[in-house]
């Protein structure tokens, strides 16, 4: 079945450091993938999304493209800030067959000063 | 951008009680409607699915007799712990599916905290 495999955590940065998370994906056919991001004590929130291979989401200087051959989608941001420290969470979904959402178990970010 | 709200946004009960989460899509309808769990550290788990008209459709080992959802409305769900155990402790989310087109997205309420004494 289709599944979201995510790198582990914590994440621990200085503030200005490069972010990799790494996600990899199993699925058939040609999935939607996203990120979402969820804040402490929030929900969860779209961060960006691709919808086919090739295709490159981008949101508040996040970045993920979508690899097709490596079935990957790997979530990067060239200087984080303090205001990143945040749980992500790479998802997908067959748009076509379903509507359900396969969740990673989330990567925890922390950004220090 | 499309807004979910959930209410409440904490609520603490004795063991025994039953529990009422509303989850509303402020401005615009939703046909299908979601409700996740999610322990701490961990990743959501789908409870089940709910569709306007329909019964919902629970997930394997979601007991649907005790977390009891109802799609009132295009814009209204709600899901009721009946009985609760500090087992059921957890974060609930809820997220109500924008529909028309092919890339169906979902929005996310900002969860329910429910802790069991």
């Known amino acids: 079945g289709d599944s979201v495999t995510q790198m582990e955590g914590p994440v621990t940065l200085s503030e200005e450091a490069f972010l990799t998370i790494n996600c990899t994906y199993t699925a058939t056919g040609y999935p939607s993938l996203f990120w979402y991001v969820q804040y402490p004590g929030e929900g969860l929130q779209l961060l960006l999304k691709?919808?086919?291979?090739?295709d490159k989401g981008s949101n508040k200087g996040f970045e993920a493209t979508y690899r097709k051959e490596t079935t990957s989608f790997h979530l990067e941001k060239g200087s984080v800030q303090v205001s990143d420290s945040a749980v992500y969470f790479c998802a997908l979904r067959q748009p076509l067959t379903s509507n359900q959402f396969y969740f990673g178990t989330g990567t925890s970010l922390t950004v220090i000063p | 951008g499309a807004v979910v709200s959930q209410h409440p946004s904490w609520v603490i009960c004795k063991s025994g009680t039953s529990v009422k989460i509303e989850c509303r899509s402020l401005d615009f309808q939703a046909t299908t409607m979601f409700w996740y769990r999610q322990f701490p550290k961990q990743s959501l788990m789908l409870m089940a699915t709910s569709n306007e008209g329909s019964k919902a459709t629970y997930e394997q080992g979601v007991e649907k007799d005790k977390f009891l959802i109802n799609h009132a409305s295009l814009t209204l769900s709600t899901l009721t712990v009946t009985s609760a155990h500090p087992e059921d402790s957890s974060f609930y989310i809820c997220s109500h599916l924008l529909a028309g087109n092919q890339y169906n997205e979902q929005f996310f309420g900002p969860g329910t905290r429910l802790t069991v004494l």
């Open positions: 691709a919808t086919k291979a090739d």
